[in-house]
C-alpha cells in the first residue's frame, strides 16, 4: 500500500507558483521521497527526489519539513504544460526499493 | 539519450486470447520494472527485474501473467488467457540500479482493450 497521502486535486493559475502537499508520516529514517507526474497519455515522469534536505533542479523544488512527515513540492511558475497528476512517493527500503504509487494529486492550471 | 522504449503502443484482443508486450530499457540500466495501471488509478508494480533476475513479483497473477528478461536487456510481458479486467496501460521502466537513491524512467506504454 501507499505510504502517502496527496489531496485528490488542486488548481493554480497559470505563472503562480503550484504547491502541491504530501503527508508521509509513518517514513523510516532512510527512506526518500520521490515525486513523479503524468500528463495525459503518457508514462511518468520523474521531477525531482530527496531524504532530508531540500533539493531543487530545474522542474521543481522539493521542501521536505524537519520531522519528515510531510513534504510540499513546488512548481515557481506553472504553466499550462504543467497539467498533470503529480504522484508522491516513499520509495519502501524492504529490500526490493520498488515504487508504490498511490492516487497522486491532479494539478489543473488555469489561463 | 534514448528514453525506455514500449511496444506495441496500443492492442485490443477478445477475451482469452493471449498477448505479449515488449520493453527495451535505458542502455545500461539493470533494474527493469512492469506497472499496470488501471483507469483512474495510480501504477502498481507487477515485477521487477535485477539484470535478469526476479526481484519481486509479488503482485504478479501468476496463473495468467509471465515475464522474462532474457539476457539482462530487453524484457516481454505475457497475459494468456487475457480477461475483461485487463484492460489497462502496461507501463515499462527501468534503473540504473535498485537502490534507493536512483530515479526510474518510464516508457509510453502499452493500451491494452480486452473485448
Known amino acids: 500500500d501507499a505510504k502517502t497521502t496527496q489531496p485528490p486535486s488542486m488548481d493554480c493559475a497559470e505563472g503562480r507558483a503550484a504547491n502541491l502537499p504530501c503527508n508521509h508520516s509513518t517514513i523510516s529514517g532512510n527512506e526518500y521521497v520521490y515525486w513523479y507526474r503524468q500528463i495525459h497519455s503518457q508514462g511518468p515522469q520523474y521531477i525531482i527526489h530527496?531524504?532530508?534536505n531540500n533539493e531543487t533542479n530545474e522542474m521543481a523544488s522539493l521542501i521536505i519539513t524537519e520531522d519528515r512527515k510531510s513534504s510540499t513540492l513546488i512548481l515557481p511558475h506553472a504553466t499550462l504544460r504543467d497539467t498533470a497528476v503529480y504522484y508522491c512517493?516513499?520509495?519502501?527500503?524492504?529490500?526490493?526499493?520498488?515504487?508504490?504509487f498511490g492516487t497522486g494529486t491532479r494539478l489543473k492550471v488555469l489561463a | 539519450e534514448a528514453g525506455v522504449a514500449q511496444s506495441p503502443r496500443y492492442k485490443i484482443i477478445e477475451k482469452r486470447q493471449s498477448v505479449a508486450f515488449w520493453c527495451n530499457p535505458i542502455?545500461?540500466?539493470?533494474?527493469l520494472y512492469w506497472y499496470q495501471q488501471i483507469l483512474g488509478q495510480g501504477p502498481k508494480l507487477l515485477i521487477q527485474f535485477q539484470n535478469n533476475g526476479v526481484v519481486d513479483d509479488s503482485q504478479l497473477p501468476k496463473d495468467r501473467f509471465s515475464a522474462e528478461r532474457l539476457k539482462g536487456v530487453d524484457s516481454t510481458l505475457k497475459i494468456q488467457p487475457a480477461k475483461l479486467e485487463d484492460s489497462a496501460v502496461y507501463l515499462c521502466?527501468?534503473?540504473?540500479?535498485?537502490?534507493?537513491?536512483?530515479?526510474?524512467?518510464f516508457g509510453q506504454g502499452t493500451r491494452l482493450t480486452v473485448v
Open positions: 512517493i516513499v520509495r519502501g527500503t524492504s529490500g526490493t526499493y520498488k515504487y508504490i
Open positions: 521502466a527501468s534503473s540504473q540500479s535498485w537502490r534507493k537513491n536512483t530515479e526510474a524512467f
Open positions: 530527496g531524504l532530508k
Open positions: 542502455s545500461g540500466h539493470a533494474t
